[in-house]
T-cell receptor
Framework: SQTIHQWPATLVQPVGSPLSLECTVEGTSNPNLYWYRQAAGRGLQLLFYSVGIGQISSEVPQNLSASRPQDRQFILSSKKLLLSDSGFYLC??????????????FGEGSRLTVL | DAKTTQPPSMDCAEGRAANLPCNHSTISGNEYVYWYRQIHSQGPQYIIHGLKNNETNEMASLIITEDRKSSTLILPHATLRDTAVYYCIVRGYSGNTGKLIFGQGTTLQVKP
């Protein structure tokens, strides 16, 4: 069966520090991968998605970047965190291509607090 | 993708059916209706989706009106664990991306 792992689960970072969140998927190949963010009391915002290694699409301009160095690995990064980067970050995957049914599978999330 | 409108919050008594409405009056013929839910501090969970016909699975039923401009998610016997934010999403063929755009959803509070 397929599983998705995200880490770290929780982190507290000072303003201006770098960030790296990692996500890996097991039990499937060639997945679509996504990063979502949920600010406190807000809805889910799609930040990035990727349909293959090295292919990253950004949905909103921001202080963050994403990379996909391997087929089942998705990394969210920042060089200098802002207070507004605080939130709950969720990685997700879906089946790629015509077999995609619209079902996204989410990780357990990473809660980031920037102080 | 068509826009959806959901009430911001609803209450339901434990053991009763929870009926969550969603309006999607601009839906086009090839767009599906998806429902997800998000329990506090967890990632969203897929519930069900449909195109035209009503659908049922072990979690819920989806009733889509004949004109497809609205739908209702039914949780037949709500429990306290069904307290969550429920998202109604309309999406057509997304090409190769599979992405979903979430709105604000409906916060369902199941009360004992």
């Amino acid at each position: 069966s397929q599983t998705i792992h995200q880490w770290p689960a929780t982190l507290v970072q000072p303003v201006g520090s770098p960030l790296s969140l990692e996500c890996t998927v097991e039990g499937t190949s060639n997945p679509n991968l996504y990063w979502y963010r949920q600010a406190a009391g807000r809805g889910l915002q799609l930040l990035f998605y990727s349909v293959g290694i090295g292919q990253i699409s950004s949905e909103v301009p921001q202080n963050l970047s994403a990379s996909r160095p391997q087929d089942r690995q998705f990394i969210l990064s920042s060089k200098k965190l802002l207070l507004s980067d605080s939130g709950f970050y969720l990685c997700a995957w879906s089946v790629r291509g015509i077999e995609n049914t619209g079902e996204l599978f989410f990780g357990e999330g990473s809660r980031l607090t920037v102080l | 993708d068509a826009k959806t409108t959901q009430p911001p919050s609803m209450d339901c008594a434990e053991g009763r059916a929870a009926n969550l409405p969603c309006n999607h009056s601009t839906i086009s013929g090839n767009e599906y209706v998806y429902w997800y839910r998000q329990i506090h501090s967890q990632g969203p969970q897929y519930i069900i989706h449909g195109l035209k016909n009503n659908e049922t699975n072990e979690m819920a039923s989806l009733i889509i009106t004949e004109d497809r401009k609205s739908s209702t998610l039914i949780l037949p016997h709500a429990t306290l664990r069904d307290t969550a934010v429920y998202y109604c999403i309309v999406r057509g063929y997304s090409g190769n991306t599979g992405k979903l755009i979430f709105g604000q959803g409906t916060t369902l509070q199941v009360k004992p």
